[in-house]
């Protein structure tokens, strides 16, 4: 089966512009999460969808959104790109809402460069 | 809310070495706890979860960790490195009873193995 896929990998942007991050889950996982990672950081928390609702978001400013579609894909739309929104982007996948007995699957992430 | 501290941002342990990466938590309700390893240019991968049930929890490729309650610890260990070990190692927490799957992380720590 495969696993979380995530597109791009690589992103280049400019200052002030628009990008829209793509996230394929598990088969059969109803729950996406979205978490930026900054060089040298652990990941943060930004969004989770479950069943196409917003179950969770982050202390991000709202230039960050997101939406996830029937088929439980989701993207993570980000507007008036600033230089600190460089960071690997990390998208995960569960079958449950919650933590308790579902793993979190992460993909491989998108690294997006903001110049 | 919660927070994770990981004491030590860079591990370096000899080849067939005790591996010991500390976690410290804080939470103002009863914690789930993970560990995550990164491999660069990858997602996240789970070692392993606490969820109230043993303390001493068992994860993949030889790790284990303890639930500390009276520490607020959850300290990550193998009893042999092996080269194939190096990678960063993540400490997360997330709420029981939570509404969603927020996982909180710490900064991280990277671990070396020396021939």
């Known amino acids: 089966d495969a696993g979380v896929t995530q597109s791009p990998t690589h992103l280049i942007k400019t200052r002030g512009q628009h990008v829209t991050l793509r996230c394929s889950p598990i088969s059969g996982h109803k729950s996406v999460s979205w978490y930026q990672q900054v060089l040298g950081q652990g990941p943060q928390f930004i969004f989770q969808y479950y069943e196409k609702e917003e179950r969770g978001r982050g202390n991000f400013p709202d230039r960050f959104s997101a939406r996830q579609f029937p088929n439980y894909s989701s993207e993570l739309n980000v507007n008036a790109l600033l230089l600190g929104d460089s960071a690997l982007y990390l998208c995960?996948?569960?079958?449950?809402?919650?933590?308790?007995?579902?793993?979190?699957?992460f993909g491989n992430g998108t690294r997006l460069t903001v110049t | 809310a919660q927070s994770v501290t990981q004491l030590g941002s860079h591990v370096s342990v000899s080849e067939g070495a005790l591996v010991l990466l500390r976690c410290n938590y804080s939470s103002s309700v009863p914690p789930y706890l993970f560990w995550y390893v990164q491999y660069p240019n990858q997602g996240l991968q789970l070692l392993l979860k606490?969820?109230?049930?043993?303390?001493l929890v068992k994860g993949i490729n030889g790790f284990e960790a303890e639930f500390k309650k009276s520490e607020t610890s959850f300290h990550l260990t193998k009893p042999s490195a092996h080269m194939s070990d190096a990678a960063e190692y993540f400490c997360a927490v997330s709420l029981q009873g939570g509404s969603n799957y927020k996982l909180t992380f710490g900064k991280g720590t990277l671990l070396t193995v020396n021939p």
């Open positions: 606490y969820t109230s049930a043993a303390t």
């Open positions: 995960a996948s569960s079958a449950d809402r919650s933590s308790y007995n579902s793993p979190l699957h």
